[in-house]
C-alpha cells in the first residue's frame, strides 16, 4: 500500500489516541468496578505517568538499537493491550501496573514518532510536528464522542475496549508495516545531545510555568472531565461524555490551525490569548449552574491548551543561554512534574472538597502565567529546509 512515510505517522498518532480517548471516556465505569474514591483513581493514573517518565529519560539507546519499524510495533501494539486491559481489571494495584507498563511503552512510542517526524520536517522543510500532534487530538476528538452514544447504549467498557482492541490493532499494523526509518539530517550527529536532567536556568522559569500550566489544563480536561459531569450533575451517559469530546475537538483545531496564525501574529499575544480562554474555561466549569455550561467550559479549556506547549517548547529552543538541547529537555522535564503530580492533586482535592473545586485549584496558576508570557518571543521563527527545531516528548502525543 502507497503511503506517504508521514502520514503513516499521522496515523500512528491518532490510532494511539482511538484508544487513549476510549479508555478515558470509560473512567466512570473503570472506577466502579475498581470500587475507588476519586483520590485513590489519581494514584491509580499516576501509574501512565510514572512508567512515561522514565521511558522518556531512558529509551533512546534502545530506540536507536531497534529502529523506527520494530519499536513503532512494540509500543503502539503494546500500548493498545495495555490500555484495553484496564477495562477488565477490578483491582487497583493490577490497574496501576497495566498504566504504568502502558506509559513505558508510551514514552518509547513517543520519542519514535516525534523523531521520525522532526526528521522529515528537516527533509521537507516545512514544520509537521503540530499537525501530527493534531491528528492525536482528532483521534480523541473522535472516539470520545463515539464512546459518549456507546456507554449511552449501555455496552459495558469491556464489550466497547475489546472490540475497540481488535479494529486498532489490524488498523496499527497496516500503518506500522510500511514505516521506514527516516536519515537524520547531516547536522543531527554533531547536535549537543540533551541531559538525563536539566535543571531550568532562572531565564527559562517563566517558560517552565507555562509549560506546566497547559499540561495541567489538559489532564484536567482528560482525566477528569467525564467524572465531573458524572458527579456535578448526574448527567446521562451521552451528555457526560460530550465534555471530553469537546474538549478535544477545540483542541485538535487549534492544533491544526493555529499555527500560521502564530507565524502570522506574536507568539506572546496568541498564548496570552489562549491563557485567557482557559480563564474563561475554568471559571465555567467551576460555576456552571447547568450541563451546557459545563460543556461551554471544557471546550475553552481544550481551545485554551491547543497551542501553548509547542510555542513554549520551541522559545526554549531559540534561547542562546546554552544547549537548545539542554533548553528543550528542562521546560519537558519540569512540566513531566505537574503531570505526574496532576491526576492524584485533582483526585486528591475533587475527594475532599469536590469534584468542582479541583478546577478552581488550577485557576490561580493559569492567572499566574499570564505574568510570565513576556518570556515569549514577539515573532515566529519557522523552521528552514535541513533544521527542524527540537520538540517536546510529551506523553498525550
Given at each position: ?7 503513516r505517522l499521522y496515523a500512528c ?108 520536517e528537516a527533509i521537507q522543510g516545512r ?271
Amino acid at each position: 500500500m502507497s503511503i506517504k512515510p508521514h502520514y503513516r505517522l499521522y496515523a500512528c498518532f491518532f490510532l494511539f489516541s482511538l484508544i487513549t480517548g476510549a479508555m478515558y471516556s470509560r473512567l466512570p465505569d473503570i472506577q466502579l468496578a475498581l470500587q475507588v474514591n476519586e483520590a485513590q483513581l489519581g494514584q491509580v493514573l499516576i501509574g501512565g505517568a510514572i512508567g512515561s517518565l522514565i521511558s522518556l529519560t531512558l529509551c533512546g539507546p534502545i530506540i536507536e538499537r531497534l529502529g523506527a519499524r520494530t519499536t513503532a510495533y512494540i509500543t503502539l501494539i503494546g500500548s493498545i493491550f495495555c490500555y484495553c486491559s484496564v477495562a477488565f481489571i477490578t483491582w487497583a494495584p493490577l490497574a496501576f501496573f497495566a498504566l504504568f507498563l502502558s506509559g513505558i511503552l508510551v514514552g518509547g512510542l513517543e520519542v519514535n514518532l516525534n523523531v521520525q517526524i522532526g526528521r522529515q520536517e528537516a527533509i521537507q522543510g516545512r514544520s509537521m510536528m503540530s499537525r501530527a500532534h493534531g491528528f492525536w487530538s482528532l483521534g480523541f476528538f473522535v472516539t470520545s464522542l463515539v464512546a459518549a452514544g456507546i456507554r449511552q447504549a449501555a455496552i459495558s467498557a469491556q464489550w466497547h475496549l475489546g472490540g475497540a482492541f481488535v479494529v486498532v490493532t489490524i488498523a496499527s499494523i497496516i500503518a506500522v508495516s510500511g514505516i521506514e526509518e527516516t536519515p537524520a539530517p547531516p547536522s543531527a550527529a554533531s547536535e549537543e545531545k540533551p541531559p538525563l536532567f536539566a535543571f531550568p536556568t532562572i531565564a527559562l522559569i517563566p517558560l517552565c510555568l507555562i509549560g506546566l500550566v497547559a499540561f495541567l489544563i489538559e489532564g484536567a480536561g482528560v482525566d477528569w472531565s467525564a467524572i465531573y459531569m458524572r458527579d456535578a450533575f448526574h448527567a446521562d451517559p451521552f451528555i457526560g461524555g460530550l465534555g471530553l469530546s469537546f474538549f478535544a475537538f477545540i483542541m485538535a483545531a487549534g492544533r491544526l490551525y493555529l499555527g500560521p496564525v502564530i507565524d502570522r501574529l506574536s507568539p506572546r499575544l496568541v498564548v496570552g490569548a489562549l491563557l485567557a480562554v482557559s480563564v474563561v474555561g475554568l471559571c465555567a466549569v467551576w460555576l456552571a449552574p447547568h450541563p451546557y455550561v459545563a460543556l461551554v467550559g471544557f471546550a475553552l479549556l481544550g481551545g485554551g491548551c491547543s497551542a501553548i506547549y509547542p510555542v513554549v517548547v520551541s522559545a526554549a529552543a531559540q534561547r542562546t543561554d546554552r544547549s537548545s538541547a539542554a533548553n528543550v529537555a528542562a521546560v519537558a522535564q519540569i512540566s513531566f512534574v505537574v503531570f505526574f503530580l496532576a491526576p492524584p492533586m485533582l483526585g486528591f482535592i475533587a475527594h475532599s472538597y469536590g469534584i468542582r473545586q479541583s478546577y478552581l485549584f488550577c485557576l490561580p496558576l493559569v492567572i499566574l502565567s499570564l505574568f510570565a508570557i513576556r518570556a515569549l518571543p514577539s515573532r515566529g521563527k519557522a523552521p528552514t529546509p535541513g533544521q527542524a527545531l527540537p520538540e517536546p516528548l510529551t506523553p498525550n502525543g
